[in-house]
């Protein structure tokens, strides 16, 4: 079960930068999902520090004012990363 969780858990991080590459606004509300601590699939109880920080990367690359909305409940998360994130584009 760790393995499968191993791998849904890699599989979330490759599509968050894929969706930051792409940078299309209609990945903003998916990984704004992906963000919240909660994340977005019901089956588990807590997303992972890293998908949250994959998630949270990704709508970085997104060019929309929908962004900073989505981070700015995030300037003062307990990750770091989405901290810094979050902080970056808020105060813009």
């Known amino acids: 079960m760790r393995r499968a969780a191993f791998h849904l858990t890699e599989r979330l991080i490759s599509c968050c930068r894929a969706l930051g590459q792409i940078a299309d606004p209609t990945a903003i509300e998916p990984l704004a999902k992906m963000l919240a601590p ?13 998908v949250r920080a994959a998630a949270g990367f990704a709508l970085a690359q997104i060019s929309d004012p929908r962004v900073v909305e989505a981070l700015a409940p995030y300037v003062d998360d307990h990750d770091p990363r989405i901290r810094q994130v979050a902080r970056a584009l808020v105060k813009e």
């Open 38 to 50: 909660g994340g977005f699939l019901s089956l588990r109880k807590k997303q992972s520090s890293a």
